[in-house]
């Protein structure tokens, strides 16, 4: 922690800052410049985190030095973490596709989709049951029939499992039934759930919140880690910006940024962020170009008739389509689909 | 819902998308313009929600036209909705002001406060149990223990008590001691987290999100009356923007917005919205200038030692100052304090 | 400035750094940590300005300690800058009132409305001759007539004249009819144009970029002072968000902070911020009790026939009753409106 | 245009509008629905533009209904506009890269630069004389010997210079040296500046604004248009939102967004969007992958020494390396980087 003093700052202000610092623990330099006086603080920079530094005396600025997030850190692990999902690991050589209805409609209709997205190439299935909805009056999910038939999916086409969990009450049963728990954007910052899913066997995949930070992000991470849990799966699906011609921002480069930051695996969600059909499949590329270790699609057997998210759902034919392209940017990228197709 | 049309649609698909719209009920009402068709929508809007238009060939743009809350509209409740607190009603003419520390940090700490915001004219008591913190190695809160700790402050200082509930398995708990509950910026949209509150006998008092727009706002509002508690208080505290100079942007605007939407009472977090102790009072008297229905303060025994949000926090006297100066701005805005001071 | 280092940094790019910065004249200073070294800069930090450091190896974060601005900082200057309008000095203790239509349509409607405005108290007169617009195909005002009528509404009314420049072709001839040039907020980062209202004798209203920090918004008052022309008003007219419940988001905030930063004098366009009529009151009375030391208000004889911003102009009698309530907001800030009506 | 009303409108009210747009030359069409009454404005909706409807009794929301450009649009143009530079066509088959130092800063490191980033592929070079600073105390440019300096190095390498025009007085004299003229980012609503670049027979590279929507940045390129220069190339660089982990948030869906709604080229400038060396080759990849026509990217012989943008800039062989990388890209998006090497 570097504070940064007012000029008018005195003898006194000065000395009951480092005293403040000194008493828990940390050693202090000073550095007088012409204008302002630099303490740098030494030590545990976390046990400064409670001292409202800023409300003293004299002080002008502050500024860590330390990145408040230590397991999800590259300097915590030097190989990068890997997921197994069908065929391929997420956060290894392949680009890792997640594919899947926004919700869970019926049976019939999830068989079919696991089965044709399983035959394109994607490496796990996902479907919410549980859905977070902006407005109470829109369709809320199947909840734990849901669930049921997304056992079955797994069961039938051989893929992993990625489901919603917004509630803490609802961790075991959807744990019961999901190979990896979804935490959406709008709980990235419910630390009560997040704490919870770190208590649990399953993997998390973690969606950036509309108005978080890389460094957010990689903060409710660690929640999740701090509890045991260091399957985290982090998926930028776009921020709120002012522009309105997209759903949201895909903010691509936070993509490079957090594989620099962490060991996690790093993937993107175009269907999301572009909140169109025709947006998917460029951002799905930009994604890869930009070093995304898979991606998460909405799929649907006939977006017409979806009950949510319609607009921005791929039918099967262009799900098949996407796959094909994808793969000429993810050799570009040094990486294969891992689809098996490759040879 | 107004539909409309890119220039190049065929009338097969002008006339599938009719059929779609009339097969839910609705009636369709075609303008012909020299480049683009309009299709006006008419009937429950609400069954149109999950028809993904924008996927469907033809359609450039999608215009709601109802509001897409109900129960949080003006036009629901003709009347302003009231919350009673002590010796004044929050949403009524006075000015309420919320005042306490943003944690529970002891038993003394938190009885010494209540009895100094009381004598300055606070009209309810704020102090978190469960803190919701960016990062798990912040201090988490003092739980149940605060929560016994706030019910011996409301008896001593008769001040009714305002508490964050983060996670549903907490809400029977947080009810038991306080009177009215707090939904965090962070958990507005934890949808499962509002249903419970919405079943709950307790006013709920819900922040903003830091990118939610005020239309979010009552949505997430209307999540909790459509269970049947009709008694919201919304916050405005300050939204996320590409501005660093002050922690949030407060948005003042949206105060006169709201007024205008909703019946519900609406205030405002000063201290949050700035995050330093100098910009409580400009925020405060701005906030009631524009209309705020009260406000909520964080204050200290001693800043310096809080646990949190020391920043941002206001000492007995500058909360006493605060208290005098605001006066005059409530009577400017034709209000009172609601203090028994005025007379 | 602080340099933060990496981790991993190695001796030899440590040295660079130090070499780099030592050798334009500064001299360095480093703590080392446990975790990571810093190197605090001491001596002028603008000569570190064009020094790539974040690209140098080894350097993970750079912190600047001094303020970018100098002659728009407090520190320059110890008493507040005053500048006269009719009857009082912006920068004073009265608030001052710039109010008049959006664009000049003809003679008539603004000698109309500065007799209007003057009568209620205004103590400026805007109108735009030269208006920038968003479409080609918009108004784009009387120019040069424009400033001609401009003359006559100052010979009549006695009201000095705020108008808009452009481009730096126009600058000598608005100031040939124009006591205060303001610059919009699309042009607020036009540096030709800074530069060259800055060598001219005539005040500076200068309103901040849409997407302009605080700090923005004081260097670009710095280029207009470097020239020597020390007379800028800074006016906060809404900044571009995520919310669209508003034409702009008003950063209300930042009138404190730019108090607290500058001897300028700080005035807010409450009209532009919200951009309905509705929200004109409400905001000026939040900007005014804020601390702001003016307003500017848009004022049309008849807002439904105005060619430009009639959604958000005042009429004359809705004018006469800002005025009216303003003056209490201005008094509870222990301020006055300067009108003469409060003796 | 459509206007949606309140419900609480009356028939005079309702009345009073139509007559208002009808006078206009419109025809109007009612639809009455349960709650809300929409009128339908038929024919050339510029014509509204001016009418302050928001403001009327009873009208709730407008929504146009034709983009606002015209000539930029896409109904405009069946054909893709395609700009010659050396070898290859911007808007044509090949992905077309400028690249070239920030500033000019001297003859020898302008025609150094100019002969490697030929030789590394590139298709035009770019280089500021007149360099827009967010602060007065940074380096402004060579000016007018910084333009002689372009000329030469067009004369050795071949390459057509692209540099940057702030203000309307330099316009000819840079138009003497160079064959696409850039507006910036600061000046993308400099609208005399607009005007007057669209009367010279120079094709103008026009950067979006920091706050610019995708719709506002079309219509500063319809300004461009309206003199008759229909030579207008798009620039994504980079949005202001919240995040602070990269310099600007490169907003990657607005190239398809633009390549649909537009013919002009769209190109993406990665250094500036990213901020830092490291992120110019994955933002690179990821512009290309979402059909970027071109890029234009910033090189220096020594970035260490750059007297500008240091921070951001390659040097020759990261050039290379980018440009050799970038064919993989180019390739999987089926087109080719035109450099003469792929034979």
Chains 1, 2, 3, 4 share one sequence.
Do not use: W
């Amino acid at each position: 922690m570097i504070i940064v003093t007012r000029p008018s700052i005195t003898d006194d202000e000065l000395d009951r800052i480092r005293e403040r610092v000194e008493s828990l623990g940390l050693r202090t330099h000073v550095s007088r410049g012409e204008n302002r006086t630099i303490i740098g603080c030494i030590g545990d920079e976390g046990r400064l985190e409670n001292l409202p530094l800023l409300g003293m005396p004299g002080v002008e600025a502050v500024h860590p030095v330390m990145r408040p997030y230590k397991l999800a850190s590259r300097e915590f692990s030097a190989s990068r973490t890997r997921i197994p999902l069908a065929d391929v690991e997420l956060g290894g050589p392949a680009v890792a596709i997640i594919a899947g209805p926004c919700s869970v409609e019926g049976e019939e209709m999830v068989l079919r989709t696991a089965r044709a997205v399983r035959e394109a190439g994607a490496h796990a299935f996902r479907g919410g049951a549980f859905k977070p909805r902006t407005s109470p009056y829109s369709f809320q999910g199947m909840e734990s029939e849901g669930l049921e038939i997304l056992s079955r999916a797994r069961a039938e086409s051989g893929l992993p499992i990625v489901t919603e969990v917004m509630d803490t009450r609802q961790i075991e049963k959807v744990a019961g039934h999901a190979d990896i728990l979804q935490i959406g954007a709008r709980n990235m910052q419910n630390f009560a759930l997040l704490t919870e899913v770190g208590r649990v066997h399953r993997p998390v995949l973690l969606k950036r919140g509309m108005s978080a930070t890389v460094k957010d992000l990689l903060l409710a991470a660690e929640y999740v880690m701090k509890q045991g849990n260091m399957k985290v799966i982090l998926c930028e699906r776009g921020i709120r910006t002012f522009e309105t011609a997209t759903r949201n921002t895909f903010d691509v480069a936070a993509i490079p940024v957090l594989k620099k930051e962490t060991h996690l695996p790093v993937i993107a969600d175009p269907s999301h962020a572009g909140g169109i059909r025709d947006l998917v499949a460029p951002l799905s590329f930009a994604a890869v170009a930009a070093g995304a270790d898979g991606l998460m699609v909405e799929v649907h057997p006939n977006p017409e008739e979806a009950l949510s998210d319609g607009d921005q759902s791929l039918d099967f034919d262009q799900f098949r389509s996407l796959m094909k392209d994808l793969k000429r940017f993810a050799e570009a990228a040094g990486r294969t689909l891992g689809t098996g197709h490759e040879d």
